[in-house]
T-cell receptor, first 112, second 114 residues
Framework: KQEVTQIPAALSVPEGENLVLNCSFT??????LQWFRQDPGKGLTSLLL???SQREQTSGRLNASLDKSSGRSTLYIAASQPGDSATYLC???????????WGAGTKLIIKP | DAGITQSPRHKVTETGTPVTLRCHQT?????MYWYRQDPGHGLRLIHY???????DKGEVSDGYSVSRSKTEDFLLTLESATSSQTSVYFC?????????????FGEGSRLTVL
């Protein structure tokens, strides 16, 4: 059974730092992996989608990597800003018709 | 913007009353989903739809039913609401191309059952 883990559950860093959020999964046979952010009281915003054949995806200051063999994805945020404060969730899809398996999220606080 | 609208956004109701939440999308997506989000449980899939009148159960479907009579609307019904169904409910759609599997979410509907 696929399990997705995000550690740490919470992270607080000063503004301007580069940081890495981690997502681990137990079964390397995945279809894709998606990163989301969620602001308090809001819905989830899709950040990056990495297909199983890809190693990384980039969007602005965000870079997500995927290493299936080690069961790990990282979300790299460059030059963090207070507006990056949110909960970040990763989710793994087993195949094109399978449902997402969710991590519990990392709550990120960027201190001005 | 995936054009997803959920209504109502907030609702307070009493135990035993029926409740219907609506998810409306404007971009003709085939796949639609209902999730609930609770502290300590994360996101859990309730029901999903892969076309008009085609629906299937998720991991926490007991006490919920869904209907999809039109492509653009996916309704979630609690026939007789219970306090355990107090939650935030999110609708999601699978973007195009559908084989990428990328999900987009609505803003959520906060339901309180007293």
């Amino acid at each position: 059974k696929q399990e997705v883990t995000q550690i740490p559950a919470a992270l607080s860093v000063p503004e301007g730092e580069n940081l890495v959020l981690n997502c681990s999964f137990t079964d390397s046979a995945i279809y894709n992996l998606q990163w989301f952010r969620q602001d308090p009281g809001k819905g989830l915003t899709s950040l990056l989608l990495i297909q199983s054949s890809q190693r990384e995806q980039t969007s602005g200051r965000l870079n997500a990597s995927l290493d299936k063999s080690s069961g790990r994805s990282t979300l790299y945020i460059a030059a963090s800003q207070p507006g990056d404060s949110a909960t970040y969730l990763c989710a793994v899809r087993k195949d094109s018709n399978y449902q997402l398996i969710w991590g519990a999220g990392t709550k990120l606080i960027i201190k001005p | 913007d995936a054009g997803i609208t959920q209504s109502p956004r907030h609702k307070v109701t009493e135990t035993g009353t029926p409740v219907t939440l609506r998810c409306h999308q404007t971009e003709n997506h085939r796949y639609m989903y209902w999730y609930r989000q609770d502290p300590g449980h994360g996101l859990r899939l309730i029901h999903y739809s892969y076309g008009v009148k085609d629906t299937d159960k998720g991991e926490v479907s007991d006490g919920y039913s869904v209907s999809r009579s039109k492509t653009e609307d996916f309704l979630l019904t609690l026939e007789s609401a219970t306090s355990s169904q107090t939650s935030v409910y999110f609708c999601a759609i699978r973007g195009l191309p559908a084989n990428t599997g990328e999900l987009f979410f609505g803003e959520g509907s906060r339901l309180t059952v007293l």
